[in-house]
């Protein structure tokens, strides 16, 4: 899908040959261009208007986000830990099954998106490090 920033109206580039879709994200290659990312009926896949490449490692995720090249996925509709796949942008990624955090169910609900953020010469977020890479999630959940 692609939103036109002028109007606000949004568009699709191309249908994909796939059934649930969930937990996409986008890998910045430099000067190979960007890569689309997704899990895929259960598995983490990699595609564009042509073609999608499935990884064999089954995941379950429904909410992802890429900083660097490592893909962050969690299940948070069942799970508030969120675990990792390093070097998604080789063709031999390394699933990592231990969780890399926890977020606790008292803070939020279900995290319904997740964006990646990495300060470079801007603080963004004012946490005592002058760079860091950060992991911003979304929930309807309203705290009292």
């Known amino acids: 899908m692609e939103l036109d920033i002028a109007t606000g109206v949004s568009s699709d580039l191309y249908t994909l040959d796939a059934g649930a879709v969930v937990a996409t994200a986008m890998l910045d290659a430099g000067d190979d261009g960007y890569f689309a990312f997704a899990a895929m009926d259960g598995f983490l896949c990699r595609f564009d208007a042509a073609s999608s490449v499935c990884f064999s490692e089954a995941i379950s995720a429904n909410v992802g986000a890429i900083i660097g090249n490592t893909y962050y996925y969690a299940a948070t509709e069942t799970d508030f830990s969120f675990y990792f796949v390093l070097d998604v942008h080789t063709d031999a990624p390394v699933f ?9 169910t008292s803070l939020c609900g279900a995290v319904s ?3 990646p953020l990495e300060e470079g010469s801007d603080l963004l ?9 950060y992991l911003v999630g979304f929930s309807a959940v309203v705290l009292n």
């Open 125 to 133: 977020v004012d946490d005592g490090f002058e760079t860091g890479q």
């Open 96 to 104: 990592v099954r231990s969780a890399k955090f926890e977020v606790a």
């Open 113 to 115: 998106a997740l964006a």
